[in-house]
């Protein structure tokens, strides 16, 4: 019942979620380093001509290094900026796309990525300020791992209560990643919503 989900840092027993593992490269944008996203949120970015400039940047360092977006993903207001934006610059009408039935999407347009399908997620940051989104991912590099999946296991049964145990083991891989800690997906960060 609330939208002011807030970004966590993944504990000892959980794997990094995409904005840790995006944001843990902070080695420089590509003149100085192979970081490839853009932390806005000093700037007051929150027009859909500003976003649009630093998204474009985004994705040009992410070519730099041989990367192919081919999904962005958004929180609601952000969403909603792109989506006015495109109604204010172009007067098209996005309204009704589906990425798959039940899931809206906008088509944004980089030099040869035909059409980058932005999606609105649910789960991502909605307070207002400084907190709007957009990740670039290339799909194609991230993968779940699982040594196996969920299991349901019933201990000693000592007393008249019933015991289990529910274990897991799996992971996220982030195929991009050039040193543990330089992921070559991008995005822009910190956007005022």
């Known amino acids: ?7 966590t840092a993944a504990a000892g027993n959980q794997y990094a979620g ?49 990367m192919q977006p081919n999904l962005a993903i958004c929180d609601y ?9 495109l109604a204010e610059y172009f007067r098209y009408s996005g309204e009704g796309q589906e990425l798959i039935p ?10 040869n990525a035909g059409g980058l399908p932005l999606v609105p997620h649910p789960f991502m ?3 207002t300020g400084a907190y709007g989104g957009i990740f670039l991912i290339d799909t194609r590099l991230l993968a779940r791992r699982t040594l196996w999946a969920d299991t ?25 990643d050039i040193d543990g800690s330089s992921s070559l ?5 910190g956007i005022t919503i």
Not at 185 to 189: A, E, I, K, P, V
């Open 18 to 66: 995409l904005y840790e593992l995006i944001t843990s490269n902070t080695s420089g944008n590509p003149a100085t380093g192979d970081q490839c996203w853009i932390d806005v949120s000093g700037s007051s970015v929150d027009t859909y001509g500003e976003i649009m400039t630093y998204l474009d940047a985004s994705y040009r360092y992410m070519v730099k290094y041989g």
């Open 77 to 85: 207001a952000t969403f909603g900026l792109i989506r006015r934006g």
């Open 125 to 127: 940051r909605m307070d």
């Open 1 to 7: 019942t609330d939208t002011t989900n807030a970004w």
């Open 152 to 176: 349901y296991e019933e201990l000693a049964n000592i007393n008249t209560s019933d015991k289990f145990v529910i274990s897991a083991a799996e992971t996220l891989i982030d195929k991009s």
């Open 102 to 111: 039940g899931v809206s999407k906008l088509t944004l347009t980089f030099p």
């Open 185 to 189: 997906h991008g995005g822009l960060f």
